[in-house]
């Protein structure tokens, strides 16, 4: 069939006449993510972590893999992940990394993947049938010696490796033969973080750079209308400013161009934050989408998740991903997309009342409401029968819920099969009289982002959970989140809105507004023309934001917009900062 390329534009008018073969997914997307299998990372407690991942088409199915999983996952439609176990290296590696930021490629029936190793004794895998364990060797070991690789095959039949995690050395490529599958002649430095000029490059929580150099890494390469365009995340997996950055050429070797619009993708604010070291795919029907990294850190700083945005390229060839919203409920397309797959659903029950069975120390109830996937309530135990219940404040029309389970006390190491949650969720109008909205009571799958979209909205004031079995240690829950919209009004445009950029620091931004009485929070779009507003910053409770991730040599475009549970106020008119 023709492909239709579309562009995914960060345009938030909810969509309109979805069909009924329109599904929705919510971010961290759902999978049986495996626990972290290292002794060292697990000192503060044991926890599922997974990170780097690539998302590849292959025979109309799309394969996931991610760092540590003893295994991988495909799916038909995006939503519906099965998971392949299987363990790609041998006795005589020697590591815990069981592929880590492993690298797919597509040669004609064959999907190829290998994981990073700095030795040159790693197998390079084949599989013309990769839904079932189906594998072979393509080269017993491959002479590369690459950390976070990634190829790329081009359409004049050549293959190339990019590869490079360091905050001192660059990201690099080479040629590989296709007959051989062993790299050809020496490796080419490409590109070399700047943080002097780009902002978003200092390391640190803040970009504050204070003291670690950034690193470099996760490469990886596209090419659209002509144009290659290399990838790299930077500068540090543990920070909500975790993103992808993009140099454009005419080569697949390079030279490459700094491209205007950087990061591409970028996801600093909400409750599931990063959007970096990750991959740009299409979908069956052309449509672009990046899979990346979302940090929780609380743990390990290695405590990781998968998150999957709608991308594109605009008129003017700038890659772009749009995370705004983008830990909202979202369709994935049936055909070509529209101009934003946001659904318009809002978040219901932020910071709003909580009640539970109990609570363990210090993990209070409200950290289950508060958008911070770092933070979370536990219950005393584990046990059938510990709940937690939220109220909306008022009668609103859910269309979906997410449950977030935390790791509190978990005993379990690496992928284990056979794990499972089971619970029940009820909704009320009055906290009284309760109703079944879901019942996995007798559920057998591992969920620990599970995603509930209704098939009929309902009514209700009220959600509780009330939990059945957990896989392991504690019941907790980091984010018990209502989707839908409420009764009342939309916030008034945000008024006094203002960007100061000083003379001194040309890489930060101190943007100020009026607090609106009635928004829950905003959502701030910046770029560097008044058409290309492609970075978006959510805000939560707070009216300012120290903006930290701009290129010192560069004006920048602004706008705002306010949104609470009955959904998204007018934007700002654009205002320019030289």
């Not at 290292?38 to 503060?44: D, M, R």
């Not at 700047?194 to 929580?205: A, I, P, S, Y």
């Not at 979302?294 to 991903?321: S, Y």
Request: include cysteine; hydrophobic fraction near 35%; glycine fraction near 8%.
């Amino acid at each position: 069939m023709r492909k239709r390329l579309v562009l995914l534009l960060p345009c938030l008018i909810p969509l309109t006449g979805i069909t009924a073969q329109q599904k929705t997914y919510c971010n961290p997307i759902n999978v049986d993510y495996g626990y972290c299998p290292i002794p060292n990372f697990v000192t503060q407690g044991k926890h599922r972590a997974t990170a780097d991942p690539t998302i590849t088409l292959f025979k109309g199915d799309y394969y996931l893999f991610s760092t540590n999983q003893w295994g991988y996952w495909w799916s038909h439609d995006m939503l519906q992940w099965h998971f392949v176990p299987r363990k790609f290296l041998k006795p005589w590696h020697h590591v815990y990394d069981e592929l880590c930021a492993p690298a797919t490629v597509v040669l004609g029936d064959s999907l190829l993947v290998i994981g990073s190793t700095y030795s040159k004794n790693f197998p390079l895998w084949m599989s013309k049938n990769p839904r079932i364990d189906s594998w072979k060797e393509a080269v017993d070991s491959f002479q590369a010696g690459a950390w976070d690789p990634a190829f790329f095959a081009d359409d004049d039949g050549r293959l190339y490796l990019y590869h490079g995690s360091s905050n001192e050395f660059p990201v690099y490529g080479q040629e590989v033969d296709r007959k051989t599958l062993q790299p050809i002649g020496e490796r080419r430095s490409l590109i070399r973080l700047n943080d002097t000029l780009h902002g978003w490059e200092r390391f640190g929580e803040h970009n504050d750079n204070t003291f670690l150099k950034p690193f470099i890494e996760g490469a990886w390469m596209n090419k659209h209308n002509g144009l290659y365009y290399l990838q790299y995340g930077a500068p540090g997996t543990e920070f909500s400013g975790y993103g992808d950055g993009v140099y454009v050429s005419k080569q697949p070797l390079g030279p490459f161009t700094y491209q205007s619009h950087n990061p591409f993708s970028y996801k600093p604010g909400g409750f599931a934050r990063g959007a970096g070291h990750g991959a740009t795919y299409q979908d069956t029907y052309g449509n672009w989408w990046h899979v990346s990294t979302i940090v929780i850190g609380t743990k390990n700083n290695f405590e990781r998740r998968i998150g999957i945005w709608p991308a594109g390229f605009d008129k003017d060839d700038v890659l772009f991903c749009n995370t705004a919203y983008g830990d909202y409920p979202h369709y994935l397309p049936a055909a070509a997309a529209a101009k934003s797959l946001f659904t318009g659903w809002m978040l219901l029950n932020y910071n709003k009342p909580v009640q539970v069975s109990s609570t363990y120390g210090a993990y209070a109830p409200n950290n289950a409401v508060d958008e911070n996937i770092k933070t979370y309530w536990s219950a005393a135990t584990g046990n059938k029968g510990e709940w937690i219940q939220t109220d909306l404040g008022q009668l609103s029309t859910i269309h979906a819920v997410q449950i977030n389970y935390a790791d509190q006390d978990a005993t379990i190491m690496g992928k284990q099969p056979g794990l499972y949650h089971q619970y029940k969720l009820y909704s009320s109008t009055d906290g009284r009289t309760w109703k079944l909205l879901t019942d996995k009571s007798r559920n057998t799958t591992d969920v620990p982002h599970d995603y509930i979209p209704l098939a009929t909205p309902v009514q209700a004031r009220y959600i509780k959970m009330e939990n059945v079995h957990m896989p392991s240690g504690k019941f907790a829950i980091s984010g018990l989140r209502v989707f839908g919209l409420g009764k009342g009004s939309v916030p008034d445009t945000v008024k006094e809105f203002i960007a100061l950029r000083g003379n001194s620091e040309r890489r930060n931004a101190w943007l100020k507004w009026q607090s609106s009485n009635n928004a829950t929070g905003y959502t701030i779009y910046t770029g560097p023309a008044a058409d290309k507003l492609y970075t978006s910053i959510m805000v939560y409770g707070n009216n300012e934001y120290y903006f930290s991730a701009m290129e010192k040599d560069q004006p920048y475009y602004f706008c705002i917009e306010p949104f609470n549970e009955n959904g998204v106020g007018k934007r700002t008119t654009v205002i320019k900062v030289e």
